[in-house]
């Protein structure tokens, strides 16, 4: 899904970068002209889209320091998949991922922890025939990821893990709000789920 598509779907330029603000910072809240100065946008159209979030219920309003400042709700019943949805797309443009895609040898990647601003053993599991050294190398490359936790499993020992509903790999695989941005083994780890 490239931003184009997330500007087709939301049709406003404004709101998308509003979207992205609220959804990807969830404990953050933000006055209007601090969200003007940040997103490059006029007053107005940030104006006229926090008031159409608000009126459908994703983001709330509330005063303090004689100034009204906006936050998420996270119990908007679509939160949730909207910031899935922002979240791969952020990420999949993110120049660290595109190159863990481009590993050799690698069939599966999955983000958390870190990538997902979430709670988890793990920020980054791998699945492939991939060297530590050369992960660490390229996770150097970003000072933001010098303390990004990982595992990196070699396909036969994953699918074993998946077979014995190994709790480690499924608290990560369950958790509806980590992503899996690459994945050639989706026969194979349905048929280890099934055993």
Do not use: C, W
Not at 6 to 27: G, I, M
Not at 141 to 154: G, M, P, R
Not at 168 to 194: S, Y
């Amino acid at each position: 899904m490239s931003s184009a598509i997330l500007k087709a779907l939301f049709s406003s330029q404004t709101r998308v970068k509003l979207l992205s603000t609220f959804l990807l910072h969830p404990d953050e809240e933000y006055f209007i002209r601090e969200l003007t100065r940040l997103l490059g946008e006029q007053i107005n159209s940030i104006r006229r889209e926090l008031e159409n979030l608000r009126k459908i219920g994703l983001v709330k309003a509330r005063h303090r320091n004689r100034k009204k400042y906006y936050h998420i709700d996270p119990d908007f019943p679509l939160y949730l998949d909207l910031k899935n949805i922002f979240a791969k797309e952020i990420q999949s443009e993110s120049p660290i991922v595109i190159q863990l895609k481009s590993l050799p040898n690698v069939q599966f990647i999955l983000l958390a922890g870190h990538f997902a601003n979430t709670e988890s053993k793990v920020d980054l599991l791998i699945v492939g025939n991939v060297k530590k050294e050369l992960l660490e190398a390229l996770l150097l490359q970003d000072a933001t990821l010098k303390n990004v936790k990982y595992s990196i499993f070699s396909e036969a020992d994953f699918l074993y893990r998946l077979s014995l509903r190994d709790r480690f790999i499924l608290d990560i695989m369950n958790d509806p709000r980590h992503f899996i941005i690459l994945n050639t083994l989706q026969k194979e780890i349905e048929e280890a789920k099934g055993k």
